[in-house]
């Protein structure tokens, strides 16, 4: 339900003081072996927001959050709306060039960085000139180490008491920058406002039949919009509880499952299959989850799965930028699909000159918010990105869907060349960047290949210049310094040349098309371990 006064009282912060003067101390979260209640993620917050105020940080202030899952990280998130600060969520994986990027693009003043992860930034410190100071969250008597921009401790900024100057912040100021995978060209920043947090806590809520008797197991990272908005925005928005997992565990998940009373799941499509690896038990179906939540369930196991485990599965299809405009839900759902369209957007497919195509017809799914505040502000600082989105007034998500005659939409394929792979979206883009940068290569492709586990592996198909030698070990060797573990391709195919248009642009179908033929090098088979 929208707020009387919702410029002003419908923001992330105020719904938690709110809900802090209704439950009280009631748990919302536990970590480990600790509960966290309503008024504790508030007081907390407010700390933060007193030692980040106290700092200079204020309104339009971007703050890079390079971190685990951890209490900290929720503490800042709301700590940073309340003053009107924008959190820039980052991957931990991210190194060197994307890291730089990142940063910059973002405009982040500040950088709050758990101390595993110290040393890939401070390589890239002498690169940064907006970044100004560090705060270190770092394990008790862990001692501040030695870094080229001014530096400070976390519990130095949260040891005061929580007294800050309230800023005006309204519904439709941003409270997040998040990355995009990029497909021709780098990495976009999604600039959020507070009203589509929000509103993405009532919508998978209402799709999931959320109250506050529900606990909700939120195992996938905090730098993902999937954990902060399909997780902790609906416990948030229903009044349930949530369990915040380090990270996603086959060992651990049914004892976590079983130990909190979680009553829901939010997967990524590559947990299922490795849910289903395990050996199956008499008891599997003796859990407490009602509802698993999520996308990219394979078919194959679909059934198997809700019979196993005794579960509903619920699928829709989402962007960063748009929230979940297609979606089942547990009293209309149909297998095998993304879901009905939500009556707050108006959706159409249109063919590639742009007119609306039928029923069971292929088409690019295009979107428009019925409610304000709901979508994408813009990409941060990339104005003609923006334009482009939004042609003809419509943002256009570049994947292809078709729509039966239930009105129920189905997948189809990606019009854009990003991969996904372990629930990680992938730059093509950026992979080739550091392929193309090694000395002997001459051009890449990344494309995805089919994987067992239902997404994406990374192929990359090349080419050497005149005379080159390069192993397939070599150039891992060289992409482990430069990219992500998630980014490093499973497969690596050498070509004489690649197949390319007559206007010399690389024909990627054709590659994907072609897939892992005889003779391309397999990281998994060669026994090549990558680093994380």
């Known amino acids: ?6 410029v002003r009282e419908r923001t992330i912060h105020r719904t938690l003081q709110q ?3 209704l439950y009280g101390n009631r748990p919302i979260f536990y970590y480990r072996d600790i509960v966290f209640g309503f008024k504790d993620l508030d007081r907390q917050s407010d700390r933060v927001a007193a030692g980040l105020q106290a700092l200079g940080l204020g309104k339009g202030d971007k703050v890079a959050i ?3 899952n951890r209490p900290e990280f929720l503490f800042l998130w709301f700590g940073l709306c309340k003053l009107g600060a ?3 969520p980052i991957n931990t994986a991210h190194r060197g060039d994307l890291l730089t990027y990142m940063l910059d693009q973002a405009d982040c003043r500040m950088a709050v960085v758990e101390s595993p992860y110290l040393e890939r930034l401070g390589a890239v410190l002498p690169d940064l000139p907006r970044l100004e100071r560090i705060v270190v969250l770092n394990d008790p008597g862990e001692p501040l180490p030695i870094l080229e921009k001014p530096a400070l401790l976390y519990q130095q900024i949260t040891d005061n008491d929580g007294r800050y100057r309230e800023a005006e912040v309204f519904w439709s100021d941003p409270f ?3 990355f995009t995978s990029g497909t021709t060209g780098p990495s976009k920043g999604s600039l959020m406002p507070h009203n589509y947090a929000l509103y993405m806590g009532e919508l998978v809520s209402r799709a999931a039949e959320y109250d506050e008797r529900d606990c909700l197991y939120n195992a996938l990272p905090l730098f993902h919009g999937n954990a902060q908005l399909l997780s902790t925005m609906p416990a948030l928005m229903s009044g349930a509880r949530m369990v915040l997992a380090e990270r996603f565990s086959a060992g651990r998940f049914w004892e976590e499952i079983k130990r909190y009373g979680c009553t829901e799941f939010n997967y990524i499509g590559g947990i299922l299959p490795i849910l289903m690896k395990a050996e199956p038990r008499p008891d599997d179906a003796d859990n407490p989850l009602r509802v698993m939540l999520g996308g990219g369930a394979p078919m194959d196991l679909f059934d198997r799965i809700e019979k196993r485990f005794g579960v509903t599965l619920i699928e829709g299809y989402g962007m960063s930028e748009i929230g979940l405009p297609l979606m ?3 009293k209309d759902r149909k297998p095998g699909t993304c879901g009905r369209a939500w009556s707050d ?7 590639d000159g742009g007119r609306e195509v039928g029923p069971q017809t292929p088409g690019e799914l295009l979107i428009r918010p019925a409610q304000p505040y709901c979508m994408l502000l813009e990409y941060y600082r990339l104005p003609e990105k923006t334009v482009e989105a939004w042609g003809d007034l419509w943002f256009h998500t570049g994947d292809y869907l078709l729509r039966d005659e239930d009105g129920y939409f189905h997948f189809v394929d990606r019009k854009k060349d990003a991969l996904r792979r372990r629930g990680e979206n992938i730059s093509s883009y950026e992979v080739e960047k550091v392929i193309n940068s090694h000395p002997a290569v001459l051009e890449s492709a990344a494309v995805a290949a089919k994987s067992e586990l239902g997404e994406d592996e990374v192929l990359v198909c090349l080419t050497l210049k005149p005379g080159g030698t390069l192993s397939p070990v070599e150039l891992m060797d060289y992409c482990q310094e430069r990219m992500a573990y998630f980014m490093m391709p499973r497969y690596l195919r050498f070509l004489e040349a690649l197949p390319k248009t007559p206007t010399q642009r690389v024909q990627k179908y054709q590659l994907r098309e072609e897939g892992v033929p005889p003779g391309t090098w397999d990281r998994e088979q060669a026994g090549y371990k990558l680093k994380r």
């Open 66 to 68: 390079l971190m685990n």
């Open 328 to 330: 089942n839900t547990l």
């Open 1 to 6: 339900m929208i707020a009387e006064d919702p």
């Open 345 to 351: 957007y108006q959706v159409k497919l249109v063919d």
């Open 86 to 88: 924008v959190e820039v």
């Open 19 to 21: 809900k802090a003067r």
């Open 176 to 178: 997040i920058i998040m």
